[in-house]
């Protein structure tokens, strides 16, 4: 089974290198230093499964990637992680991001916000799967039953047809 991929994006080395140490034993990490680089990159494979972003970088920052990334369907459902050393209530909130972890990193709570988010992406992945698949099982039975309607129909009139061709004529008007 493959290892759910991670894309860290901030600006400073030594964050990217603790992420880094941290995750790549479970996950597959990718890693840019500065929004734009992000933009690239959140479109080659692998594919990103989860973003951790660092709010404030030189260039775009982390508030415009996830604005461009939100706009975006192919990567509005990839979840997003701010990583800042920000503290205040009113930045966490104003973000949109899924979740908000603080530097300095603790990485038990690290580890553990990454797995929760991940577990809700993969659930949610496979709720969109079967759905689609629910979808069509609708579509083909309609389409089915469409088909029985249209030959039951089809039977009555020449059932009717034999016996009083009046009788048809007013079943096809009906």
């Not at 995750?23 to 597959?28: G, I, M, P, Q, V």
Request: charged share 30%; net charge negative.
């Amino acid at each position: 089974m493959n290892k759910p991929t991670i894309l860290i994006v901030d600006d400073e080395p030594i964050n990217l290198m603790v992420l880094d140490e941290l995750l790549n034993s479970d996950y597959s990490v990718r890693a840019c230093k500065s929004g734009e680089d992000a933009l690239l990159a959140v479109g080659k494979e692998p594919y990103p499964d989860l973003i951790l972003l660092d709010i404030i970088m030189p260039g775009i920052g982390g508030y415009e990637v996830l604005k461009i990334l939100k706009e975006n369907p192919e990567y509005s459902d990839i979840p997003v992680i701010f990583i800042t050393g920000l503290d205040s209530s009113l930045d966490e909130e104003k973000g949109g991001a899924v979740d908000y972890i603080k530097k300095p990193f603790v990485p038990a709570i690290v580890l553990k916000r990454i797995q929760v988010q991940l577990e809700l992406k993969k659930t949610k992945d496979h709720l969109a799967y079967y759905n689609e698949l629910l979808e069509q099982e609708v579509a083909r039975r309609i389409e089915e039953n469409l088909i029985i309607q249209e030959i039951t129909f089809n039977m009555i009139s020449h059932l009717a047809e034999t016996r009083d061709v009046d009788t048809v004529h007013h079943i096809i008007r009906t």
